[in-house]
Structure formats: C-alpha cells, structure tokens
C-alpha cells in the first residue's frame, strides 16, 4: 500500500491549486573577456565560477523551499497536523526568495489551516496575498474569495467595513468587491475594498471641504481597467458638470466625456455595457423658457454615451415629477445578460410612492414590475432570475426579492431581510456575496468646563457625556433637558441629575402622540416645554402631567411666568418677523415688537431687561420693550438656523454659533460694546449648532454628532425563487 505522506508529497507536483515542483532550468549569462592572456583567462574563469555558485545557491534555496512545502503539505493532508504545517508553511515563506509564487501558496495554505482551526489570523494571511502578491493573479483571486466569503452560512450578515462620517457609498460593487463612494473630507473619488477594508483613490477632489470641486458615483468597468464618474466643478461660483473617464493605472489624467451645461445637468453613470464601450448615464434636462415645470426641476434622460468619443444615444425620457424632487431617478441596474434595465420612480404625479420599473436595453416597453409604498435601488442577482430592492412594504424598511423569467416578475415579493431601515443596495460581487450599506449617526452631548478667561480648555477634556441632542439647563443648574431619540426614531424628552446621574424620561404630546426633535425649554425649575404645544411639569426628579399649551420651542423666561418667543410672519431670509410677550399664567400674547431683520433665536439677561438675539447673518440686542436695538456682529457665518444664542454670566458679552468654510460650527463670542468675535472651542465641532452656559458659567454643554457609514455583507449565493 503506498504511504498516505507520500501521496499528499506526490500530489503536490500534480495539483493546480498547489504548486509545481518541476526541476526548473538555470540560466547561465556567457561571460567573455576580449582581453587575451592569462589574467584575462583567470578574471573570467572567476567570474563564471560566481555566477555559477551564486545560481546554484538560489537554486539550492529554491529547492529547499519546494521541498519544507511537500512535508508541510503532507502534515495538513495525510496527517492533520495543522499548527505543524503552519509552522512548515512559514519556513517556506521565508526560504522561498525570489520565488513570490511559492511563497504565495504558502501563504494561502496558512489561510486555510488558520480557517480550519477557526482562528481569526486567517484573514490575516489572506489579506496578506492580496496586499504583497498582487503579481500572482490567480492566487490573489482565491484569497480574495476567502476572504469574502468569511465562512458564513447562506443568509449569515456580517459587518464587512465600518467607515467615518465623511465618506459616502453609492452605486454598484464591483466584482472584486470593491464598493464606489466619495470622500466628503476632500471630494475625491474612491473605492472602498469590502474584503482588504483598504480605500483606494482614483480621482483627486478640491480639497478640504470637497470645495471648490469633487466627484461621485464612481463606476469600475467590467475589465476593471477603468471608471467613469461625474464630476462637478464651482470655482467659477456656478457649478459645472461633466462625465469622466480615468484609467487606473498609476499616474493616469482623466478625460472628460460629456460636457454640456446647456443640455445637460447633473449628469451620472449608471450602468456599463458588456463590451465596455458604452456608458448607461442619467441626467436632467434644464428646463426651457417659459415652460410651466416647477425651476430646477427638469425631466429626466437615460442615455448611452460612447466611451471611444462622448457621443450619446438617447433611450428614454422620464417625466420631472418621476423624480419626486430629486432630479434623478437613482442608479440604474443593467441585468447580467444585457437585455434588461431596472430603476425606481414615481409612479403617478403627486404620489408619495415609489415604483420598480423594468424596460428593455433600448428603453422600451416598461412594466412596473413592484407597487405600492416607497421601493428602491433595484438590483439584479448574478444569474438575472431575481431582482432585490428595499421596500418598506412590511412597515419598516428592508430588503426584498422578485423572481424574473424572460425579463417578466415571476411570482410575488418576499422578504430578504427585515428591519434593515432605509439602506443602499451594491448588489453582488464574483463570490455570490451581497452588499448593502447603512448610514449611522451617534448623537451626544459633551459638559466641558469653562476657564476663568471665558473659553473651554485647550485640552478640551470633558467632564460629562451622555447620547442626545439640544441640551438646556434648568435654571437652578441641578439639571440638563434634552432629547434623545428612540429607536422608531421619535425622541425622548429626558432630564438628568447632573450630580447623581439619574435620569428621568417623557415620551408622549399633549395630544397623546409622539415627541419631535424640537429642543426642550424651561420655565422655571418645575416646567419644560417638552415641543410645540406640549408644557411638562416636573419636580423632585420626576414628571408629573403635561398639558397643551400654544408656545412654539424657541422661547425663553427666567421667571416662569413672562415668556418671549418668535412670532409673526414667517420671514423668506428665515425667522419671524417680531417677538412677543407671553403672560404664562394665561398663555395669552400681553405686547409684541418688530425687530429689523427678523429673529430666530433670543436670550434673556440675568437682570431680566435686555434680549440678545439672532437673525439671518446678524447677532443683535434689544430692550425688553423694543427699544435700543443694536447689531453687535454682521457676517455670513452666523449659524441660522438653529441661531442658538446666550448671555456670558458677567453680561458682558453674547455667545453664538457660527459655521466656518468647512461648514463646521464653533461658539463665538462677541462683546456687547462691539468688536471682532473669538471662538471659545470647543475643539470638536458642533454638529447642529446646538450649546448651553450652565448658570454661574462654570460649563458649557453642547452637541456633537459622528456619522459613519456601515457595509454589510449577506450571504445569498443560493438564492432560491
């Protein structure tokens, strides 16, 4: 009987997947000296006798590593010593020299025994052929399988990528799971790697702020050799659109494709043809003269443009309402045999629903294919027998699936995955793996000190942070309202203990309903107006009743019983056109004023007799009556709304939130005597303008928020209809 270990050796030397261990020729450089005599002879005989010791020694090396590879292929397969072949693999890898293709099967097998044992240096391994081996394609393709296929049982999730804020995914995965985005930090043009969790760039964008340009919806090629993407341009202060195209190698100028503000706007790829030669976009018409459409809003045109010369074929033109307002239709889904196009749209004039629609490749015939409630970003599965899409047909969004036979829906709509929310389809890459991806958000609010000359600490430690939005102190410092969102996505009124902690909670309306996001109010220490027309009593730490009161939630009293608030007209700039005086006890207006420019936020002073408030581009005071009023700051980067504004405990100067060019808010301060306004931090930037002065100054409560975007990965290769 022929030896187990031998058989694994020997079938080494026949195995694709492992390797070839035939002897391999070496190759000699004839080495010739023009100079005749004995010196000439013996420099030359040297320096072929160190050539030929030095091939020989590399091919020693070589041999050796082919040989430390047989044993170690015999310890995984005939005697299951898997942590003795890793230790066997890893020899080889470092005597296999020159030799990348032995030490990149070597690699691979560590992969598989890690995977087998069920440890996680797996990836580590994989991930290590696809980041050093790019050279040796097939065996970086199986790398990438495993790695992409992660183990998971069909129907298994599991997160693949988590990303920060500023980068955005949109459009379809390629086959090597690579995902298209933009990077919102500098407006470049990326791809994000699902299965090495590396982001590559392709195009460079404006800069900081993705300002004065930037690109988006990226799409790979079928050869991967290339990508379209649009691109938009506002150094001229009116934006530009264009299509263009960029090879992926190294060092590669992209071309402009499509360039023709005149006739097309917001023009983007969708799709690319089988051959590579042509590239499915969508864009806006601008509306004619005259014409009764709504400005901004043009009908909407899918097109194929020629890669080799920018020329376009129109296919079908969409109606402006198809749309519902957002000047495009989405990304549209080519089916993998090329016949077919899937896109989502309006179905009717004024509805809020949304419809899947499928057409031939030349826009012709289209069916609705899915109706009813809000259905989205359709994609097609690898063999064109199912079309996935999100739908929140079940009450809550999620993932959905219809069969197709000879491009027609063959049965009804079942569902993939629930309680997705409202995510973004990618579709499926080589290894039968789905993505999808879901925007996140952690809102908090941060308590920092405040120093005696009025700004936050350099160093910017806070003391105290809890999930929430809008926070608001109570009068006598002891708590802190705020909202805090719920997971059906209505709010919370919450009041915490700042010493203990504790917090106590109010989920409904006057009416009975749910709480918005509107920031809580105090009037006094015992009430808080939760949101408009919702007044909550309070007292020891606990809630008691509400009742329905008509006060809108920018209001403000120090007393609990003269309120001021916004009031009047609405304002086209923003705010209301005058403030009024309240008489709490009656809920009933007492006197009002008008103030230049409007308003949109005010604070009252400690001695009760003065308001500072905001207005679009403006930070101004006034008495209590109107009288005085006096703007202290005019500039465009005074934040409303929300126009969050409040007194220094001295009175000496106002606070205020103020967007810079990146769009991120700080709280300035400005003196009341006049002057140049200085930021007192914090470091991390205010998400929504949103901040606080506790009474006696001593802190500062404000409110971030991080978003981040998730790429999940589903296991759906056995798709059953």
Not at 334 to 339: A, H, Q
Not at 455 to 467: E, H, Q, V, W, Y
Not at 486 to 492: I, M
Not at 531 to 549: N, P, Q
């Amino acid at each position: 009987m022929t030896n187990r270990r031998q058989l694994a050796a020997n079938s080494f030397a026949t195995r694709g997947d492992a390797g070839d261990n035939r002897a391999r020729p070496c190759r000699y450089a004839a080495v010739l000296d023009w100079r005749g005599g004995p010196m000439g002879m013996r420099m030359t005989w040297l320096l072929t006798v160190l050539v030929l010791t030095t091939a020989l020694h590399v091919n020693i090396s070589a041999q050796k590593g082919y040989e430390t590879f047989n044993r170690a292929l015999a310890a995984e397969k005939a005697d299951s010593d898997l942590r003795g072949a890793i230790r066997l693999y890893e020899r080889v890898v470092r005597e296999a020299g020159k030799d990348r293709q032995l030490a990149a099967r070597a690699l691979l097998r560590i992969g598989e025994c890690y995977r087998r044992l069920g440890d996680a240096q797996a990836r580590t391994a994989f991930a290590r052929i696809v980041n050093e081996y790019a050279d040796q394609t097939e065996i970086v393709t199986d790398a990438r399988a495993r790695l992409e296929a992660g183990g998971e049982a069909a129907g298994a999730v599991r997160l693949a990528v988590s990303l920060n804020g500023s980068i955005a995914l949109d459009g379809p995965v390629a086959p090597d799971g690579r995902v298209p985005g933009t990077d919102w930090s500098n407006g470049d043009v990326i791809f994000v790697d699902a299965v090495t969790r590396s982001v590559s760039r392709i195009a460079p964008g404006g800069g900081p702020g993705a300002y004065p340009s930037w690109g988006e919806n990226p799409l790979l090629s079928p050869d991967r050799r290339q990508a379209a993407y649009q691109w938009f341009d506002d150094t001229s202060g009116e934006t530009t659109n264009q299509l263009r195209l960029v090879s992926l190698e190294r060092g590669a100028k992209p071309r402009v494709l499509v360039d023709d503000l005149a006739r097309v706007r917001n023009i983007y790829p969708s799709a690319w043809s089988p051959d590579a030669r042509r590239v499915l976009v969508g864009y806006e018409i601008p509306v004619p003269a005259g014409s009764s459409q709504p400005a901004g809003q043009g009908d909407l045109q899918l097109s194929w443009v020629s890669v080799a010369d920018g020329t376009m074929v129109p296919i079908r033109r969409l109606e402006w309402w198809r749309s519902a307002g957002a000047n495009s239709v989405g990304l549209v889904s080519l089916s993998p045999d090329g016949r077919h196009l899937a896109y989502s749209a309006v179905p009717a004039q004024g509805s809020r629903e949304r419809s899947i629609y499928v057409m031939s490749i030349d826009g012709a015939d289209p069916i609705e294919v899915v109706k009813g409630g809000v259905n989205s970003t359709p994609v097609w599965s690898p063999d064109g027998c199912q079309l996935l899409f999100v739908s929140d047909r079940a009450n809550t969004f999620g993932i959905w699936r219809i069969g197709f036979t000879a491009g027609k829906p063959d049965g009804v709509a079942s569902a993939v995955k629930t309680g997705t929310g409202p995510v973004q389809l990618h579709g499926f890459s080589a290894a039968g793996v789905f993505y999808y991806s879901a925007s996140t958000r952690l809102d908090e609010i941060f308590v920092a000190p405040i120093q005696e000359d009025g700004r936050l600490s350099a160093r910017g430690a806070p003391i105290d942070s809890t999930p929430g939005i809008f926070p608001s102190w109570s009068p006598d410092g002891r708590f802190l309202a705020f909202k805090r969102q719920r997971p059906d996505r209505w709010y919370d009124l919450v009041v915490r203990n700042t010493q203990s902690g504790q917090e106590s909670k109010w989920s409904q309306s006057a009416a009975g309903g749910p709480l918005g996001d509107a920031r809580p109010v105090w009037l006094g220490n015992d009430r808080l107006l939760a949101g408009a027309r919702t007044l909550v009593e309070f007292s020891a730490g606990e809630f008691r009743s509400s009742r329905d009161i008509a006060l809108g939630p920018r209001s403000v009293s120090r007393d609990g019983v003269t309120l001021y608030q916004p009031a009047g007209d609405a304002l086209s700039s923003g705010g209301r056109r005058r403030v009024a005086v309240v008489d709490l006890t009656t809920a009933q207006e007492r006197s009002s004023f008008e103030v230049p420019n409007g308003v949109t936020a005010l604070a009252l002073n400690a001695d009760g007799d003065m308001l500072a408030i905001t207005s679009p581009s403006r930070v101004a005071v006034v008495r209590i009556d109107g009288r005085d009023y006096r703007e202290l700051y005019n500039g465009p980067d005074v934040q409303t709304p929300p126009g969050i504004i409040a007194w220094t405990p001295d009175g000496r100067s106002i606070l205020f939130t103020a967007t810079d060019a990146r769009g991120q808010s700080r709280v300035m301060r400005v003196p009341l005597n006049g002057g140049k306004p200085d930021s007192i931090g914090p470091d991390n930037p205010l998400s929504s303008g949103h901040f606080d002065v506790a009474p006696g100054g001593t802190q500062l409560a404000y409110h971030t928020r991080r978003n981040g975007v998730e790429l999940w990965a589903l296991e759906l290769a056995r798709l059953k209809q």
